[in-house]
């Protein structure tokens, strides 16, 4: 049994593993879109174990783009070996550890459900991180929205409203488990061009003149079926507590009302009781779990 590197030439192949089973696994970055572009090099260490006839039996692969490097970590687009065998898991890791210098921690989100894999990350002292929990809302008529005095909700502009929403991001996010790392107005310029963007889903709420919170609706796919993403939707902390981040989330919910989609997806941290809170009261069910394995690589 022997590990290697993916080689141009056996990319349909890999992509072909990817689908084959990312129903098992965590499919955030396993979506069609993501897998036509992809290629191996310095930001996709990609590995593979094969079968006897040649076919790909195991994978792992690790996303070390800008974001995640900011953050000295990378995260697994899969790791996954089809006979659950630990050598092979093992031999993944090894391979793939190879290209983490400078890094921190290596991270994988894992379904609650895929208990064998599980098990197997942890046999390999990966320890958890937190939980995570995707919620949906089905086409449920969308409160009105009523706006303090002196507060308004304005349209993203590109070109002019990047640093504005990574000033707010960032200081939302600051203390949020797997979202501290800054964004920077180029990630945010990105946005805009990317396949997911919806005209008018970004949304800024100014108090007088002051930024405060941002949400974001992007189109998605969930159970065959277009649904709209609502996230990330971050407030100023001198501001939390104060009620906006509903109205920034049923701004996003009238925004995916506008363009006739029938649900709306997004996801929470387990420790984030308060948001959790305000989803479910706003008409959101738990429909996923995941739980976030981090592999330490340095002592931190």
């Not at 990319?11 to 879109?33: G, I």
């Not at 659950?84 to 890094?103: F, M, P, R, V």
Request: aromatic content about 10%; some cysteine.
């Amino acid at each position: 049994m022997t590990v290697e590197a993916l080689k141009h030439n056996r990319v349909v192949d890999f992509v072909e593993y990817c689908k084959k089973h990312r129903l098992a696994v965590d499919d955030s970055f396993l979506y069609d879109e993501d897998l036509e572009t992809f290629e191996p090099n310095a930001d996709n260490p990609t590995y593979v174990i094969t079968g006897q006839q040649g076919e790909i039996i195991a994978a792992a692969s690790l996303i070390m783009d800008e974001y995640q490097k900011r953050g000295k970590r990378a995260r697994f687009r899969i790791f996954l070996s089809e006979a659950n065998d630990k050598d092979q898991y093992k031999l993944l890791l090894e391979s793939l550890l190879k290209h983490t210098a400078g890094l921190e921690r290596v991270y994988i989100f894992v379904p609650l459900a895929n208990k064998l894999l599980s098990e197997a990350i942890k046999q390999l002292d990966f320890s958890v991180e937190r939980y995570a929990f995707v919620m949906v809302r089905e086409d449920l008529d969308v409160p009105e929205l009523n706006l303090p005095d002196g507060y308004s909700i304005r349209n993203f502009q590109p070109g002019q409203d990047e640093e504005v929403w990574c000033e707010v991001r960032n200081a939302g996010f600051a203390t949020l488990k797997g979202s501290e790392t800054p964004r920077t107005p180029d990630m945010i310029a990105k946005m805009v061009s990317e396949s997911d963007y919806i005209e008018g889903g970004m949304k800024i709420l100014y108090h007088i003149d002051k930024p405060v919170g941002v949400a974001r609706g992007a189109a998605d796919e969930y159970e065959n079926a277009p649904i709209m993403n609502i996230g990330p939707l971050a407030v100023l902390p001198e501001y939390q507590g104060k009620g906006l981040g509903r109205l920034l989330l049923r701004a996003a919910l009238h925004v995916a009302k506008d363009k006739a989609y029938k649900r709306t997806i997004l996801s929470v941290n387990g420790e984030n009781e308060r948001a959790q809170a305000l989803y479910i009261r706003e008409g959101f069910k738990q429909v996923e779990g995941a739980v976030c394995y981090e592999y330490r690589l340095v002592s931190c």
